[in-house]
């Protein structure tokens, strides 16, 4: 069954540091999504990505997050200068085709953010 | 606006018991709606999924039907197991990319 992988599992920093979080989506997903969630809480919204642009974000996506695909596989999230709020589980996560109703949005398995 | 509601957790249940997770959905339109469940450390899995009114997803002995008249997607179980252990999370599909979460219900079971 196809797969959304993500790096790091694990990644501790040290605030104000720059972090790149990694995900590979599924390959012929046309809609990916960053959501966030920290630890016990709810699963929260930060953007949404399609056609190499961001076609929706949250206001937690501030001007300190950012998102790319730099080479059509990867989607990048990158956070500039880390805040000790922004420690979290980041997920990727990927739909499909635009035209149906029942698009599934598919997980990464995440990638676990500690910033001290 | 768009939005999906789901019951406060934690339910604590004793194995076998019956199990109902309440989700209700806000739309002006129609979503397709999703359980995905989170089990610990890991990440989110669809569990199943209902695309228009009546539709009932049924996976690992969980069902949900989607009930326009009362919008409400509530999750049962017969019979749970110590297994289904886990974080529940409704989720509302709005114009094909738009998804909304509910706050998650965690449950637990005890033998």
């Known amino acids: 069954e196809p797969e959304v992988t993500q790096t790091p599992s694990h990644q501790v920093t040290q605030m104000g540091q720059e972090v790149i979080l990694r995900c590979v989506p599924i390959?012929?997903?046309?809609?990916f999504y960053w959501y966030r969630q920290i630890l016990g809480q709810k699963v929260e919204f930060l953007v949404s990505?399609?056609?190499?642009?961001?076609?929706?974000k949250s206001e937690i996506f501030d001007d300190q997050f950012s998102v790319e695909r730099p080479d059509g596989s990867n989607f990048t999230l990158k956070i500039r200068s880390t805040k000790l709020e922004d420690s979290a589980m980041y997920f990727c996560?990927?739909?499909?085709?635009?035209?149906?109703?029942?698009?599934?949005?598919?997980f990464g398995a995440g990638s676990r953010l500690t910033v001290l | 606006g768009n939005s999906v509601t789901q019951m406060e957790g934690p339910v604590t249940l004793s194995e076998e018991a019956f199990l109902t997770i309440n989700c209700t959905y806000t739309?002006?339109?129609?979503?397709?709606l999703f359980w995905y469940v989170q089990y610990p450390g890991e990440g989110l899995q669809l569990l199943l999924k209902a695309t228009k009114a009546d539709d009932k997803g049924s996976n690992k002995g969980f069902e949900a039907t989607y009930r326009k008249e009362t919008t409400s997607f509530h999750l049962e179980k017969g019979s749970v197991q110590v297994s289904d252990s886990a974080v529940y999370f409704c989720?509302?599909?709005?114009?094909?990319?738009?998804?909304?979460f509910g706050s998650g219900t965690k449950l637990n079971v005890k033998p």
């Open positions: 990505f399609y056609n190499n642009e961001i076609s929706e």
């Open positions: 996560a990927t739909t499909g085709s635009t035209f149906s109703g029942a698009n599934v949005l598919t």
């Open positions: 739309a002006t339109g129609y979503p397709s």
């Open positions: 989720a509302g599909l709005y114009n094909f990319n738009k998804f909304y």
């Open positions: 390959s012929n997903h046309l809609y």
